[in-house]
């Protein structure tokens, strides 16, 4: 039989001397991520009664979903569980609920890992208890998702999350090792009934068909290792390809991205391509489905649609002047809307903040600003509203403007627009109207907007 501890502590070690950023003894900190059941209660017990902590400040974490009636007695469980080992301990309980027909079990880890995302800072780890049978299910879950290299890779034992590192110690051994740890060790553990409800996926395939493959090949688990470690091996060197061309196309971090160096490669390396741009800026993936749309829709299209707009999870793809441009979904915007401001204060807009700075070349007039009876901000209404632009001869449609400064459909009513007492003053971050602006070397104020998300 496996020893548990020692394999979970010498993986540890490994991997706080292999990873960048390697801190001090105590200096780096363990998130452990406990949920109470027998997986993690095995991995808590292996780094209470180790020398561990020597090595780390250790912080038990547990994220409460409120999926199940006990949740919170779950939660205080796992509270006292890391008092009684004297560990720091952190909770986490998820906002809002599973939308309609959306997928409970992605919601919440996805929730989960937003939150783990979050507290890490440089340096720290987060340790799940994901063992070996846990890797037979996501590369199975994976393989009916007609998923490639990457996700066949399924779960690698160490990867960035947020601004530090996700460790898994525990995937080359078997639940089997861990029970028989916990039964050895007589831990209190908690059973969540959501983990014996078969119409989660992930249930099923541990309830029933694993079970069946490991009757038939008793060595699945490690030939599934096996071969998820050969798909990361590929997917390393494809996105490696992948990463020459993304930076060729894009400024790093930008989302945006020139098609004319995407155009000459085939489309399973521009798929590559795509998913490592969403991995790169933190959004979901897309699927095989949305790949296949962007190449009917984008590099099969004999001219592509200005109106383009392809969605997925929170993430909407969009093309403009040769360019895609790839950005998080944001809520409709009421065009109708209008704000009251001081032009002093900052202002919180649905999708982002509008400032002044103090500026003595051009910006809003401070006279003009004292002697208005209302300022108000809002959005453009296509109802042919005029501009006068302090540095031009004469005033133009918005629509004129738009098109001049090469603003894209989508983003013209997501432009804030400063009126004073019913005129427009300002479009921001574009343009001071001349009836407003102020006298170069004369005291003014220039607005800015900076959006949420980017």
Same mark, same amino acid.
């Given at each position: ?108 880890? $996805? ?64 639940? $089997? ?78 989302? $945006? ?8 490669? *085939? ?27 962007? $190449? ?72 003009? +600003?004292?002697?208005?009876?209302? +300022? ?56 001071? *109207? ?21």
């Amino acid at each position: 039989m496996l020893d548990v501890a020692s394999t979970i502590e010498s993986a540890l070690r490994r991997m706080h001397q292999a990873l960048p950023l390697a801190s001090p003894p105590g200096a780096r900190r363990l998130f452990l991520a406990f949920s109470g059941g027998g997986d993690s209660a095995a991995l808590l017990n292996v780094v209470a009664t180790s020398e561990l902590p020597n090595d780390f400040e250790v912080i038990v974490a547990h994220v409460n979903h409120k999926l199940a009636n006990e949740a919170d007695k779950w939660e205080a469980h796992c509270r006292e569980v890391a008092k009684a080992c004297d560990f720091k301990f952190k909770s986490h309980r998820v906002p809002g609920q599973a939308l309609a027909g959306q997928n409970v079990e992605q919601w919440a880890r $996805e929730g989960r890992y937003r939150w783990f995302a979050k507290i890490l800072s440089q340096g720290d780890f987060l340790v799940t208890a994901h063992h070996m049978n846990d890797q037979m299910e996501t590369f199975m879950l994976n393989l009916m998702r007609a998923a490639g290299p990457q996700g066949l890779g399924a779960m690698r034992d160490h990867r960035k999350l947020g601004d530090g590192y996700l460790v898994r110690p525990m995937l080359m051994m078997t639940s $089997e090792d861990v029970n028989a740890y916990v039964k050895e060790r007589d831990l209190s553990v908690l059973s969540d009934p959501m983990n014996d409800a078969s119409e989660f996926d992930r249930v099923y395939l541990r309830e029933h068909v694993i079970p069946m493959l490991t009757r038939r090949w008793p060595q699945a688990g490690k030939q599934i290792a096996t071969a998820a470690g050969i798909q990361q091996s590929l997917a390393k060197k494809l996105d490696d390809n992948a990463r020459e061309i993304l930076s060729e196309a894009a400024a790093a971090k930008s989302n $945006e991205i020139n098609l004319a160096v995407l155009e000459p490669h *085939d489309g399973e390396t521009r798929a590559c391509v795509l998913r490592l741009w969403c991995r790169e800026l933190g959004l979901g993936l897309p699927e095989r489905r949305h790949l296949a749309e962007i $190449e009917k829709s984008v590099f099969s299209a004999e001219t592509i649609n200005t109106s383009l707009n392809i969605s997925w999870k929170n993430v909407e793809l969009r093309y403009f002047d040769g360019k895609l441009l790839l950005r998080k979904r944001e809520e409709l915007i009421d065009s109708t809307m209008r704000y009251q401001w001081d032009l002093q204060t900052q202002l919180i807009l649905p999708h982002g903040v509008v400032s002044v700075r103090e500026s003595f070349n051009g910006g809003l007039d401070m006279g003009a +600003i004292r002697s208005a009876t209302r +300022i108000e901000v809002g959005y453009y209404r296509r109802q042919g509203e005029r501009c006068h632009p302090a540095n031009r001869s004469h005033g133009q449609s918005l629509k004129k403007l738009f098109q001049q400064w090469q603003v894209p459909l989508w983003e013209r009513d997501r432009l804030p627009i400063i009126w004073i007492d019913g005129n427009i003053a300002a479009i921001v971050s574009q343009c001071i *109207d001349r009836g407003y602006a102020a006298v170069a070397g004369d005291s003014g104020v220039l607005p800015e907007f900076r959006r949420h998300n980017w």
